[in-house]
């Protein structure tokens, strides 16, 4: 389909829109600009903005403009795909675009430090990333419209701003000789207000096209790098992640521990192909090299083009797989090291981590990490700490965590993590740098530990198992949820109808049904857990404990729900009593990960109390996903749905469906 076979053009004097056959042939102007916060002007209509900027071209002797806002008509889905498919050549084809900054004035230089225009709203969009590259000229405007500067002037301030080289810029070094890693890189610190077009806005940056779907989330995204690995032979864009130097191939992986596959399955950093344009925040420094090159440092017989095709086992890439020495104590994990055909600045070639699956049909990538903690540098890159660093860092964690963190709302932290796209446990090491020379004589040593054959990555989170997932998990381990503290808890409504309904009163005040979260402890037992006071009538008091395991020092741990009753009896007229709770610490019984699917039956002590049902289910995190990453953004960690039922046990008949 030929994509730019016409387009719609806005007549700056009539304000009436014509339709162009041939946009390659036409003298136009184009806008650039950050659509209006509140959405008004996200229509087929005209605006002020539509107004000022026709008569700007206008006083520049352009007849038609093209403005995004007025020129697509999005109430049309099959206008809108040819519309995102056309975009950056329409671009391209426009004789200037003038770029309007509605938030930098034009009283500060923009050279200068902290100057508006390096802060401008529109260095952080995704779509405006094409109309910055594309565009033969582009001309920096005002808030009131006057000119502030041209890109050609302004290169050397833009590449600061957005790593963008300023040879790409000037058009001196051609789009398509920068690596795909490093392209993606330049998207990294920006946003699209639709999670799709993190991938639709990026389509002409790599050449290639596909329908737009609006409604497919991160699979766009996906789609996206499907597309450029069948037309791009640059596997730089599979090297994303946090990235391990080895000095010595065979010692440094000697000293690597298996990370719990329920874990790495709910990691990104398992899978072929990344979620978002963001995880390639370290991949700016690669390029690719050719395979001669890459067989010549590994020291090995020149290499045939490799195979990259989906399957419904991931994608299939043909790799040159190191195995370790028989000898070494990895080799009971079954790493493997997959290399390829690209380096980074300093010349060392990325490997992928993998290794295979429990069914042995498909490889998973990282899921290996140093025996002691490791620290992660800005460029990416891991450091393992000696023992003792190790454990002075983990006993530091809790305080500084509990102390560096920034309080935001739940609102915030669930757009922070884009409500399709949950987060991840953890990123394990996903990539080996490897010192061509330090690989080349492991090879030498042991020929036969490099083969040169097919792999199967799962190329997609969801993609983990032949069977259904859900949120990266196989279907058969949805009741183990690892349910952990710190956290928040909410009782649902209808719960708290249902307490009222049996006059259950509470010594703490929940609104909206959110209680106070369970938070971080200091030491046990000065560490006071949330605790829940059930009056449920004058002869009965049940107190629902929940805490941070008492047993666990660490940081994020198991959560612990108990549930005790006071047998004082008071009287109607005493008002709620403040409990001492006191009840024998029982993980194997009180841990919630140890309950068939997250409920429990608590039975009264004495002849005439109610059991107490209680039910936990993941709200609006799942907490394995969420990590610790989330906990420093959003303290209150991931949150879990309290549902709780007084029961008579006359009337229980060893049933206890919640109504």
Known sequence: MDYTEYMWLLNTLTYKLHLEQYPSRAVYAILSHVWDRTGAEQTF????????????????????????????DKTSSAELSEAINSMFDWYSFATVCYVYLDDVPDSMSPRAEGSSFRYSAWFTRGWTLQELIVPHRNIFLSQDWSMIGTKV??????????????????????????????????????????????????????????PAVYGEGSQAFVRLQEEIMKRLPDQSLLAWGHMWPLHSVEDDLASLKKAPVGEL???????????????????????????????????????????????????RVTL?????????????????????????????????????????STYLVGGFEPLHSYLCRWDGTIEPLEQSASEALDASLPARRSTCRRSISRLEWMLNARATEVRHSRMYPRLALLEPSALRN????????????DVYIPYRRLQAESHMTVLGRPTADIGKLEFTAPCSITLPRWTLAHLEERGVQFDVDIQGGEMMPVPV?????????????????????????????????EYRAPLHLAVSWNQDRPSPDAGIPQVQVTHDVDCAKDHVDAWPSGRKRFEGPLEGLPDVIAQLSVWDVDPLSAGLDAFEEYPDG??????????????????????
């Open 45 to 72: 209509q005209l605006s002020a903005k539509i107004v000022r900027c026709c008569q700007y071209a206008r006083s520049k002797g352009f007849v038609f403009v093209w403005i995004d806002t007025c020129c697509i």
């Open 153 to 210: 002037a302004l290169a050397n301030v833009i590449e600061t701003i957005t790593g963008i080289d300023s040879a790409v810029l000037l058009r001196t070094r051609p789009l398509h000789a920068v690596s795909v890693a490093r392209r993606m890189s330049w998207a990294v610190h920006r946003y699209t207000t639709r999670i799709e077009d993190e991938a639709y806005c990026l389509m002409g940056i790599f050449g290639v096209r596909f």
């Open 265 to 315: 399955r709910a990691s990104k950093s398992a899978y072929l192909f990344p979620s978002s344009p963001a995880d390639f925040q370290y991949s700016a420094g690669f390029s690719p090299i050719p395979l001669s090159t890459l067989a010549s440092r590994l020291g090995v017989a020149p290499l045939d083009p490799p195979v990259c095709l989906p399957t419904s086992y991931g994608i």
């Open 320 to 360: 040159p797989i190191y195995t370790p020495p028989a000898s070494s104590a990895v080799e009971v994990t079954g790493i493997r090291l997959g290399a390829l055909a690209c380096e980074d600045a300093q010349g060392r070639i990325p490997a992928l981590i993998v290794y295979p699956d429990e069914s042995n």
């Open 442 to 453: 492991a090879i030498a040593r042991r020929p036969d530990s490099l083969v040169v054959r």
């Open 521 to 553: 402890p200091g030491s046990w037992p000065d560490y006071l857990p949330f605790r829940l006071v059930l009056r449920h009538s004058a002869a009965s008091t049940a107190v629902v404990t929940i805490s941070h395991c008492p047993n666990v020092t």
């Open 638 to 659: 991931a949150c879990y749905s309290l549902e709780i039922q007084f029961e008579d046990r006359a009337s229980a008949h060893g049933t206890s469906e919640m109504p």
